[in-house]
RNA sequence: GCCGACGUAGCUCAGUGGUAGAGUGCUUCCUUGGUAAGGAAGAGGUCGUGGGUUCAAUCCCCAUCGUUGGCUCCA
């Protein structure tokens, strides 16, 4: 039966009541008039719809404006529907893939035919659209039936949406219109484009339609709008202020690393202080591991080939790595290692093992080198050549739950020590409709994801689970960082792997004098030194812990005349193992100071005649400005503690 | 690998169908200065590379290499 008069509940807690059919306008209209001013979409029973949507039935409802994020992305759909417009209007013909908001903003891909698209048209694009907004065009939305779709579609001869509706249910599909557009869609928007005030079109790139590379390639179009040009102009600043961030201007800025084309590219030079940063970084782990019962091992670069076809790897990604190395020997052929893990088997299979032995976790610094596809490439965070803080724990079954939480405890004790509060721990498993593409038995996947959502729920992890994104020989645990610019980089990684036990024929002795097969766990909480190095620049924008920076201070002296007085003090501060550079340079003391502020030295002591006189030094620190005047042993005793401090606290 | 963009002095970038400029850095000289840029002079570029169009190409076209925004991939 149906209802004729409706309860709403507001967020408040508050009820009141409404005839049935009455829109959530409707509500924001009767609360105030400012709020229906604002009002952009309507949470109703938890679901977003649009405002003009009329209500049937008792339910919650919020009013969404613009500072809820459900709101935001509803924005960005609608504006999507108006970019969409907007290319209609200007390049008769187009056939339109999909248009989703994004985190920021919307894209919409494109199908321009024959046709070359550049960039220079955004221009003209974001003009039409403002132009459009303006007509106040209201988003109405229709309920069609399959059959009524497909006319349009045909009608139009847009073959991608007819693909998307082949996919949707008759009685679940409607269109949306706005203006002269309307767009198969499910909703909800906005409720008119006069909301669309400022527009930023942002880039073009190439998308295969549905993320098929065999299927054709569409223009996409990213873009950003905002319900006040303010908003705009202060979200194209933020992103200046990330592109300062970015881990391969500060690189070269700072001299820590960089690339050449005659070396190859994505394989990264260390400078010497981008190495002074690495070591110290590894050293950190190296100590923290064997607290943990690692033991450190090393291992060549190169493997015979017959290693990685006993690993398997050879047939999965022989073709695409970077091929063999002969020798003056007629067939015989190495491969530069793109993995550690089957050197590390070769080491356990050394001797006969006893459960008694286990669990043992090699662990190595060990470089590898993958031929990533040239597009791929992308300053440290992905690269051809690169070293895994890697280790390998062989274990019994019963003992690969412990050894995992272990491993989720060291990552989090890496992540908290750099301060990496804002991660995603994402747990990866098999595709279940499509298992071919993965090695190893159902019965020993089925443990191993168990296993690895067990130890996430015990250690308390939150995670998200993705389903496909497994490795083929075992689930994973990924520990994703975002970069300045809000890409998602993996960096901390554990792999149960019950593969490559068996491929190497591991075992150990049981307690019943039995052989057994031992599983591996991979793991790296850096994931390598190269991501975690770009990741750990774009997160503290170059300035790093006292006890990691390159440089921890600059001896500058007033005028050349001190120079020797400041050598003096780098005697002392280098022999208690602080780094630093005395400046030198025939410079006034104010253009000394600016730079080292510049180059981002934490520390900054002034010597002139006052200092060599009393053997002291003027100390100076990176944003604050003058500390005063102190001695030597006290400047000593003062950076010492605060790095002490630092690595107490790590 | 695919689509788009870019490649000019060590760095950041301007510029033009008639063989090139700024700022900064670098070198030298003057200055010896007390907490975010002292002054002057000078050196530096086959305009990524290879073809083509043209009387003439750094500029237009093609190819190639590299970088870059995405897509796909990622042991």
């Not at 004729?4 to 005839?19: N, V």
């Not at 976790?361 to 791929?376: C, D």
Request: overall charge negative.
């Amino acid at each position: 039966m149906e209802q004729k008069i409706i309860k709403i509940t507001l967020p408040d807690a508050s009820t009141r009541i409404f005839e049935a059919g009455t829109s959530s306008m409707d509500i924001a209209t009767s609360i105030s008039a400012g709020l229906a001013r604002n009002v952009l979409a309507a949470e109703v029973n938890g679901e977003v719809w649009d405002t003009a949507r009329p209500i049937y039935t008792d339910a919650t409802l919020k009013l969404l404006t613009w500072n809820d994020q459900n709101a935001q992305t509803t924005f960005w759909h609608s504006s999507a529907h108006l970019m969409a417009e907007a290319l209609e209007a200007l390049y008769p013909g187009v056939k339109l893939g999909i248009g989703p908001a994004i985190e920021k903003g919307f894209y919409y891909d494109v199908d321009f035919g024959d046709r070359d698209f550049s960039l220079t048209e955004l221009e003209q694009i974001e003009k039409k659209m403002l132009e459009l907004a303006k007509n106040n065009s209201v988003y109405s939305r229709k309920e069609v039936s399959k059959t009524e779709a497909f006319e349009y579609f045909s009608q139009k001869g847009d073959e991608y949406k007819l693909e998307l509706i082949e996919g949707l249910q008759d009685g679940q599909i409607t269109f949306y219109t706005q203006g002269s557009f309307v767009d198969l869609c499910k909703g909800p928007h906005i409720p008119h484009t006069g909301f669309i005030k400022a527009v930023k079109l942002l880039s073009v790139a190439g998308a295969y339609w549905r993320g098929d590379i065999k299927r054709k390639q569409m223009t996409r179009i990213y873009g950003i709008t905002f319900p006040q040009a303010k908003e705009l102009k202060e979200y194209l600043e933020l992103l200046e202020e990330a592109k300062k961030r970015d881990h391969r201007k500060i690189g070269k800025e700072l001299e820590l690393f960089a690339f050449s084309e005659n070396v190859g590219m994505g394989l990264p030079l260390w400078l010497p202080k981008g190495t002074a940063l690495r070591e110290r970084l590894e050293s950190f782990l190296r100590k923290e591991q064997i607290k943990r019962g690692y033991s450190q091992v090393v291992s060549p670069h190169i493997g015979h080939k017959n290693l990685y076809i006993t690993s398997g790897h050879y047939e999965k990604y022989g073709a695409d790595s970077f091929q063999g190395i002969k020798t003056p020997n007629e067939g015989e052929e190495f491969m530069l290692k793109p993995m550690n893990c089957p050197h590390h088997c070769e080491m356990y299979k050394t001797k006969p093992r006893s459960y008694r032995d286990l669990p043992l976790r090699l662990a190595e610094f060990g470089t590898v080198y993958r031929y990533e596809q040239s597009g791929e490439l992308h300053g440290l965070t992905r690269v051809r050549g690169f070293t895994q803080d890697d280790a390998h724990i062989f274990c019994r079954p019963d003992q690969v739950k412990f050894e995992f939480i272990n491993v989720i405890n060291l990552v989090l004790f890496v992540f908290n020590a750099f301060g990496f509060k804002d991660f995603t721990a994402q747990i990866s498993l098999r595709d279940p409709d499509n298992k071919t593409k993965y090695v190893g038995s159902d019965e020993n996947w089925e443990i191993a994801e168990r296993q690895i959502q067990e130890a996430a729920t015990e250690t308390g992890l939150k995670t998200v689970t993705e389903l496909g994104e497994a490795a083929f020989y075992g689930p994973k645990l990924d520990f994703m960082v975002k970069d300045a610019l809000g890409r998602k980089w993996q960096l901390g990684t554990v792999q149960v792997d019950y593969n490559l036990p068996e491929r190497f024929s591991l075992e150990y002795v049981g307690a019943d004098n039995q052989k057994h097969r031992p599983v591996m766990i991979h793991r790296a909480p850096f994931g390598s030194m190269e991501r975690f190095v770009a990741v750990l620049i774009e997160h503290c924008a170059g300035n790093f812990p006292l006890w990691l920076t390159p440089e921890q201070f600059a001896i500058l002296p007033i005028s050349e005349k001190y120079n020797d007085y400041a050598q003096e003090v780098l005697q002392a501060l280098q022999a208690q193992e602080l780094r630093g550079v005395v400046d030198e340079r025939n410079e006034k003391i104010g253009r000394k100071i600016r730079d080292a502020e510049v180059s981002k030295v934490p520390f900054m002591l002034v010597v002139g005649e006052q200092e060599a006189a009393s053997k002291t030094v003027a100390v100076r620190r990176k944003g604050q400005g003058d500390l005063g005047t102190m001695e030597i042993a006290a400047f000593i005793s003062r950076l010492s503690s605060e790095v002490n401090q630092e690595l107490t606290l790590v």
